[in-house]
């Protein structure tokens, strides 16, 4: 199987393997991919996953050797999206126009470029190696960003920084990736997975109604008009503060937690 998935404890960790192809995805692997998120979204035990890429390459995009089979004017029609609502299908690497409940981070070694980088956009956190690196490497060859990359990355690194990677298709190493915002942190040659793991580890053990009201809220209210954003944030927010914020408060006042201890919550 090109995709399989392991918890521990509230954490999932989604694993995409096709090492002989430097995980370049494939449609069957897209539809694995796409569907072991979505079953992490319906799974009760589960609050963070991981997205790792197994044997030293995060991702290589959308596998070439597949696109040269496509033809016809619309050759990805099947999935484009619903003329008037609906759910959109799957994106050409699978999970992209999914948009879930809970958080996903992605653990990049090597390469993860063209749709590769875009899979790992589509992630919230971005943990790389530090020989690892971005790239929209297929320009070379004449591919769009069908992804999300061409959405995503402005809203992380500024429209000037995104077009400039965009349109040059350039390398964009580890350490520049953190310095611009494009990833969150930068580990060891070999550690990306087990990094990933303990932050989703940390981000799990919490109240997890205000992780996702926070986190679903940064999301929504993203581009909106100033007094929008609060009025959202301020609206949403009062289901997590009546099931987890008072409760917590009550166990603040009963000892917990004092002087900025986060261990004993």
């Given at each position: 199987m090109a995709v399989r998935v392991e918890q521990r404890g509230s954490v999932v960790t989604v694993i995409h393997s096709r090492p002989e192809a430097r995980n370049a995805m494939d449609p069957q692997s897209a539809d694995a991919l796409a569907e072991a998120f979505q079953r992490f979204e319906r799974e009760p035990t589960a609050n963070v996953a991981v997205l790792w890429g197994e044997g030293g390459t995060f991702c290589a995009g959308f596998d070439l050797k597949?696109?040269?089979?496509?033809?016809?004017?619309?050759?990805?029609?099947?999935?484009?999206?619903?003329?008037?609502?609906?759910?959109?299908?799957?994106?050409?690497?699978?999970?992209?126009?999914?948009?879930?409940?809970?958080?996903?981070?992605?653990?990049?070694?090597?390469?993860?470029?063209?749709?590769?980088?875009?899979?790992?956009?589509?992630?919230?956190?971005?943990?790389?190696?530090?020989?690892?690196?971005?790239?929209?490497?297929?320009?070379?060859?004449?591919v769009p960003l069908l992804d999300g990359g061409t959405v995503r990355l402005p809203r992380l690194v500024g429209q000037g920084r995104a077009l400039e990677i965009i349109l040059t298709g350039r390398k964009v190493p580890a350490e520049e990736c953190l310095r611009i915002g494009a990833c969150e942190q930068v580990v060891a040659r070999g550690e990306s997975r087990s990094a990933a793991e303990a932050l989703a580890q940390e981000i799990a053990r919490f109240p997890q109604a205000c992780v996702r009201t926070d986190r679903a809220s940064v999301l929504r209210t993203h581009g909106l008009p100033l007094q929008e954003a609060l009025r959202s944030e301020w609206e949403h927010g009062q289901d997590a503060l009546v099931r987890e914020a008072i409760p917590g408060a009550a166990r603040f006042a009963a000892g917990k937690g004092r002087h900025g201890d986060f261990e004993d919550i």
């Open positions: 597949y696109a040269t089979s496509l033809s016809g004017d619309r050759p990805l029609a099947h999935l484009d999206f619903p003329e008037r609502g609906g759910r959109p299908p799957r994106g050409p690497l699978g999970p992209t126009r999914l948009e879930l409940s809970k958080p996903v981070i992605a653990a990049v070694a090597g390469a993860a470029v063209a749709g590769g980088m875009e899979l790992a956009l589509w992630c919230d956190v971005r943990v790389m190696e530090e020989d690892a690196y971005f790239g929209v490497y297929c320009r070379r060859w004449g």
